[in-house]
């Protein structure tokens, strides 16, 4: 079986992955919080843990992966939202949701197998609550319930910092209802104005943390395999995730392994509303830079590097993904190239992934070609709309793209022999050629004639 390793934030190393249970791997990351479209940096977890995902459902089959990622549908820009807006919550929250599901699947995202809403879930989290104030681990002050920090000895340990260190960083305003000042939320009471729930601590609302720690608990266990999310989230939010969970159920691990992907920026620059260069996917969805694009851009940089978003790599990406979706035309099955494999099994190494691909689409090998497509996620099946020559089939396009790749090895060996004998077969079955600064362009000549175009794929 082939061997993942990855990189545990826990530890500060790679290591390779032993799932608890190879016939149910399972993983857990941190979703959005729905009042508003996706911006373009929220869409960097999603394809990286769906790579992820794709490779472990290529490694343990896919019936035997759990991948579950929440939608947090309580929270209180939710509710600003709604008083802006003068609309029902849920009505945002639905909506939103939808949006999101909308973009991420146009980004090739598969979607995880539990998707839970946080307001599914309240009294799973009354349940953790209420157990972690009975073990002496949080405490009821005012209607809230706030987590003791200092009832954790490991608090700090995934992302290196010691309390002290906290409290200075985050300059934390000390309520006057926190014992310590890192103490933090689980429960916090609603105005009749707020969404809110019956609990022993009167009617209120959870904190954001304890979602994420209810929920994994209830749908992957005490103990699983990997939990994910941006590096932004390491601290407080993963720290309090940690705390919760292992506290409310010290019999498990929690997460084994944490993962962690880096910032997205833009042209060099942090995105941000002030600076102007703040977009939604589904802003250049709509500019007509095609998903898959879009994606490609995200995996040409290591999930753990910075990833800046720039005008010129997503066309420099549609120029390739054009070229190899025409080759992919020709292909009648995906085939297993381990190379590729091996590289995602390397800390998802997709840069190495997408080198290989490259190699392996100037070999004009078309079946493991999309064999790499599919691994990344970024093969739809069938030439996509955008890539499509107006008039051919798939494998038409297949094929002709093939005598132009040809064309242009035999070029670069100087074998113009060859070269011109493409050419003239091209121009014989009546396909002309317009060399453009995105590629080679074709065109159905009057004389068309696929017949002769067979012969002359055959005759090579
Ligand atoms: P949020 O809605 O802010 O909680 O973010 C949802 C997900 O998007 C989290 O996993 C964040 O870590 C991630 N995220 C937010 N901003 C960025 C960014 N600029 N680059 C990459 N990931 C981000
Ligand atoms: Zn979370």
Redesign the pocket.
């Known amino acids: 079986m082939t061997t993942i390793k990855l990189y545990n934030t826990k530890t500060r190393k790679k290591e390779v992955f032993e799932p608890l249970r190879r016939d149910d791997v399972r993983m857990y990351?941190?979703?959005?919080?729905v009042y508003d479209r996706?911006?373009?940096?929220?869409?960097?977890?999603?394809v990286v843990f769906d790579v992820l995902y794709r490779l472990l459902r290529h490694v343990y089959g896919e019936a035997h992966v759990t991948y579950a990622r929440n939608f947090?549908d309580v929270d209180d820009k939710i509710n600003a939202r709604a008083r802006e807006t003068g609309r029902a919550i849920g009505e945002i929250t639905a909506e939103t949701t939808q949006w999101f599901l909308d973009d991420m699947g146009a980004l090739g995202a598969l979607e995880p197998d539990h998707m839970p809403r946080a307001t599914d879930y309240i009294p799973q989290m009354i349940a953790m609550i209420e157990r972690l104030v009975a073990e002496r681990h949080a405490y009821e002050e005012e209607g809230h319930v706030l987590f003791a920090v200092e009832s954790y000895s490991d608090y700090g340990r995934l992302s290196g910092r010691t309390v002290e260190d906290m409290i200075a960083g985050a300059r934390v305003e000390k309520a006057p209802y926190k014992r310590n000042p890192m103490d933090f939320v689980l429960w916090k009471p609603s105005s009749d104005d707020l969404p809110g729930w019956e609990s022993p601590w009167g009617r209120g609302r959870p904190g954001w943390h304890i979602e994420c720690s209810a929920m994994s608990y209830e749908l992957l266990g005490e103990s699983f395999d990997i939990h994910?999310?941006?590096?932004?989230?390491m601290f407080p939010?993963h720290e309090n995730e940690i705390a919760q969970s292992r506290c409310a159920h010290p019999e498990g691990d929690f997460a084994r392994v944490w993962m962690?992907?880096?910032?997205?920026?833009v042209e060099g620059k942090?995105?941000s509303k002030s600076l102007g260069n703040f977009f939604t996917v589904r802003d250049l969805l709509d500019q007509g830079i095609p998903g898959e694009v879009i994606r490609f851009v995200f995996l040409s940089t290591h999930y753990r590097k910075p990833?800046d978003w720039t005008a010129e790599k997503a066309k420099e990406a549609e120029r390739t993904l054009r070229k190899w979706y025409r080759l992919a035309g020709l292909s009648g099955e995906s085939s297993r190239y381990d190379p590729l494999v091996q590289a995602l099994s390397d800390d998802l190494n997709t840069h190495e992934a997408i080198s290989q691909i490259h190699a392996l689409a100037n070999a004009g090998d078309v079946n493991t070609l999309r064999f790499g497509l599919e691994m990344l996620g970024l093969w739809p099946g069938a030439i996509p709309k955008w890539a499509e020559i107006e008039g051919f089939t798939d494998a038409e396009t297949g094929t002709i793209s093939h005598l132009i790749q040809r064309r242009e090895t035999a070029r670069k060996k100087k074998d113009f022999a060859e070269a011109d004998r493409i050419r003239d077969g091209l121009a014989r079955a009546g396909v002309k050629v317009v060399d453009t600064p995105e590629g080679a362009e074709f065109e159905k000549l009057p004389n068309y004639d696929v017949n002769v175009l067979d012969e002359v794929w055959g005759g090579l």
């Open positions: 990351v941190c979703g959005p919080t996706a911006h373009l940096g929220n869409a960097r977890p999603v947090t994910g999310g941006g590096n932004d989230l939010h962690h992907n880096e910032m997205l920026q942090k995105m990833m």
